[in-house]
């Protein structure tokens, strides 16, 4: 029987490469690729309630508005809205390091699914027309040897049954933006991006998919490239949105 020889084969992979947590690598019964102690810890911060506008945690008394919020930037991004699992940090910040710098796969997708169920959660089924990566410079990903931001949008779009598109480039390969103050991150993305087919995005209701977002310039930019080319919309999905350690303590003392 086939299945008899497929379900061998899986055994020899688990044994030769047994699996482990996505986000603390531990070797403990897995639920979705996190042990006990991670999945408990995820839910926690999945849990946290976040600004619609910008993706910045909100505190406890604040409700989430779609006009945005206190930490949203005075000139309001041209997305329309983001979508994310949580904040920056453990142990959504570890599976997501291991993902990116590990060159392993089944953290990708065990994070694409978390982002799916996250999406289909707060929007209707239909309400994209096309998934889209922030695309990567073809030198960074020949450097890195891989490109996860695709890896990550194409299992997004598997799971929620919208297709996968392409016609996002980087036509510039930009310094990483983790290495810059937020005051340089805007201009160090400008024309960054480009649609060459912009007739394929005409109208389109526009996944733009990514793993972090920080001031949010790099996704903002795409945006403005894609709705200059004539999409209807852009909505952001992210993994996590990195902010500071008790990012709403000024609201909460004002």
């Not at 897995?30 to 102690?37: K, P």
């Not at 600004?51 to 000139?75: H, N, S």
């Not at 929620?160 to 990483?176: D, H, S, W």
Request: proline share 7%.
């Amino acid at each position: 029987m086939p299945s008899v020889g497929v379900d061998i084969l899986r055994s020899i992979v688990r044994l030769v490469w047994p699996a482990t947590c996505t986000a603390c690598g531990s070797n403990e019964e897995l639920h979705d690729g996190l042990c006990r102690a991670c999945s408990r810890a995820l839910l926690s911060l999945v849990a946290l309630p976040y600004c619609p506008r910008c993706g910045a945690t909100l505190g406890p008394a604040l409700r989430a508005e779609e006009a945005g919020c206190a930490a949203c930037p005075p000139v309001m991004p041209r997305f329309d809205r983001v979508l994310r699992v949580g904040p920056y940090a453990e142990p959504l910040r570890q599976a997501i390091h291991r993902m990116k710098y590990y060159a392993r796969t089944r953290p990708c997708g065990d994070l694409a699914k978390l982002l799916a169920e996250r999406i289909a959660a707060d929007c209707d089924a239909g309400a994209f027309d096309v998934v889209l990566a922030v695309p990567m410079h073809w030198l960074r990903r020949l450097a890195r040897g891989r490109n996860h931001s695709r890896e990550l949008a194409a299992g997004v779009a598997a799971r929620l049954a919208v297709p996968m598109g392409e016609e996002l480039v980087r036509v510039r390969n930009t310094p990483p933006q983790v290495n810059l103050p937020a005051s340089r991150r805007a201009a160090n993305v400008r024309g960054a991006f480009a649609v060459p087919r912009a007739r394929s995005v005409q109208a389109a209701r526009v996944l733009l998919v990514d793993d972090v977002i920080t001031t949010g310039a790099t996704v903002n930019e795409a945006a403005r490239t894609l709705l200059a080319a004539g999409a209807a919309r852009v909505t952001v999905g992210v993994l996590a949105k990195t902010e500071l350690p008790r990012a709403y303590s000024r609201q909460l003392q004002s």
